[in-house]
T-cell receptor, first 106, second 114 residues
Framework: KNEVEQSPQNLTAQEGEFITINCSYS?????LHWLQQHPGGGIVSLFM???GKKKHGRLIATINIQEKHSSLHITASHPRDSAVYIC????????FGTGTSLTVIP | KAGVTQTPRYLIKTRGQQVTLSCSPI?????VSWYQQTPGQGLQFLFE???????NKGNFPGRFSGRQFSNSRSEMNVSTLELGDSALYLC?????????????FGPGTRLLVL
């Protein structure tokens, strides 16, 4: 059983669309992280959340601690947003979701 | 500030050999974590070092080991390589203890075991 479940696994969107990626977890956590991985492997940390909501540019991340659920939203999606988005939760170590592969078509 | 660097970037080894990978964290960062990424298992936590001490270890066999030096640089070693060890190995650094703040990832070392 995975401690972190993500959905959807794959997502194709038209440029400009609003995108939502969901993450559910089953363990107690210190924080939840959203990561972005581009082809070639490099990983960038987008958000770290322990409560509420954070916004950075067109990206918004929310977390509901009681429901053990987080969402990553991308507004006005762009082809450069195409990447794998990974949800991770941290306690005394990291537990990772399997990732959502996003393709944004011009 | 320079980012996290990993060497080598690519490596080909044969079964039974051993390999050492190196990670230099961002200057001032004292925590270094190592991860394995494979198409089948995704990202998995290997271990974390903080101030030269291993703080946490994931569910990997004893063939996987690591250490951290006084300058926070870290190495991981895999002995008696198996085909299944072929993966992208990533390290990440943070100022303090992993899990409580943002991690900064290196570009990874891609290991192929033949």
């Amino acid at each position: 059983k995975n401690e972190v479940e993500q959905s959807p696994q794959n997502l194709t969107a038209q440029e400009g669309e609003f995108i939502t990626i969901n993450c559910s977890y089953s363990v107690g956590i210190s924080a939840l992280h959203w990561l972005q991985q581009h082809p070639g492997g490099g990983i960038v940390s987008l958000f770290m959340l322990s409560s509420g909501k954070k916004k950075h540019g067109r990206l918004i991340a929310t977390i509901n601690i009681q429901e053990k659920h987080s969402s990553l939203h991308i507004t006005a999606s762009h082809p450069r947003d195409s990447a794998v988005y990974i949800c991770a939760v941290s306690r005394n170590q990291f537990y990772f979701g399997t990732g959502t592969s996003l393709t944004v078509i011009p | 500030k320079a980012g996290v660097t990993q060497t080598p970037r690519y490596l080909i080894k044969t079964r039974g050999q051993q390999v050492t990978l190196s990670c230099s964290p961002i200057s001032g960062h004292r925590s270094v974590s190592w991860y394995q990424q494979t198409p089948g298992q995704g990202l998995q936590f290997l271990f974390e070092y903080f101030s030269e001490t291993q703080r946490n270890k994931g569910n990997f066999p004893g063939r996987f080991s690591g250490r951290q030096f006084s300058n926070s640089r870290s190495e991981m070693n895999v002995s008696t390589l198996e085909l299944g060890d072929s993966a992208l190995y990533l390290c990440a650094s943070s100022l303090r203890v992993t899990g409580q703040e943002t991690q900064y990832f290196g570009p990874g070392t891609r290991l192929l075991v033949l």
